[in-house]
């Protein structure tokens, strides 16, 4: 029984791949959306996972919470118990003019700005999302019909003052983040979330692969607050595009054993 996610080898029954949502409370959705046979099986502070089906693969979703940290205890913790695939979903808020609401972003790379997986690896090691799960996610965004976008995201260890957000307690920015926003625009970052730099950084180096994609609800050329009406059509749109990425990774594929 691992000691944060309360779970263990026989609980997850044989699963090698986990989905990795932030929000506990988004976790029972995907799993009855993947699987109307999907089960609870545990929840201890952030950490809340469903049992669901693929086929005949068991798919473990477990969520990690907010940031880093917290990601980089259920990765260690999921790869003690024999997961070797971890795609992270979650929703993203988008710094390019071009991208459209709730179109989603799969991520190839991300721009380093936590600090979780500097424990990991020096700065200099980078954060790439495996290429098989990345192409399976790339299926799954087209066979699902939604708009979506491949490229860099930055992903920081805060919300606010590392995505350089003023509409804060403070008002103030610190020197290193002022003009980071348009500085990422320029080098042609699609967006800001919290947790795929720390993901891709550790399943690398520990031999794992590793994927993220997410729900564009804002973009921040336009406003900063995130419009919550759409942020259910957002998740179904995630839904969706998951439920084909993982038959085409399962099934289609035919790279991983039941």
């Not at 804060?168 to 320029?186: A, N, P, R």
Request: aromatic fraction near 8%; proline fraction near 4%; charge should be neutral.
């Amino acid at each position: 029984m691992k000691y944060h996610i309360k779970l263990s080898r026989e609980m997850i029954q044989g699963a090698k791949i986990a989905v990795l949502p932030g929000d506990p409370g988004r976790v029972e959705k995907t799993a009855k959306t993947l699987s109307a046979d999907a089960v609870f099986l545990a929840s201890n502070r952030e950490y809340t996972s469903w049992l669901t089906k693929s086929g005949p693969h068991s798919i473990l979703i477990c969520s990690t919470g907010i940031g880093g940290p917290s990601l980089s205890i259920a990765v260690e913790e999921l790869a003690g118990l024999g997961i070797e695939y971890f795609i992270r979903i979650g929703t993203t808020g988008a710094i390019q003019p071009n991208i459209e609401i709730p179109s989603l972003i799969i991520t190839t790379g991300a721009v380093r700005l936590d600090g979780a997986s500097k424990h990991y690896a020096p700065i200099e090691y980078p954060a790439v999302a495996d290429l098989d799960i990345t192409n399976s996610l790339i299926a799954g965004a087209k066979a699902s019909g939604v708009a979506y976008y491949t490229g860099i995201t930055a992903s920081s260890d805060t919300f606010y003052p590392g995505q350089e957000r003023y509409d804060t307690f403070s008002k103030y920015v610190i020197k290193d983040f002022q003009g980071s926003l348009e500085q990422w625009q320029k080098l042609n970052v699609l967006n800001f979330e919290m947790e795929s730099a720390t993901l891709f950084t550790i399943a690398s180096a520990f031999g794992l692969k590793a994927g993220c994609i997410a729900s564009v609800i804002v973009n921040r050329t336009r406003n900063e607050t995130p419009d919550d009406s759409i942020l259910k059509q957002a998740e179904e749109n995630l839904a969706l595009a998951l439920g084909h990425s993982l038959e085409y990774m399962l099934h289609k594929r035919g790279g991983i054993k039941a």
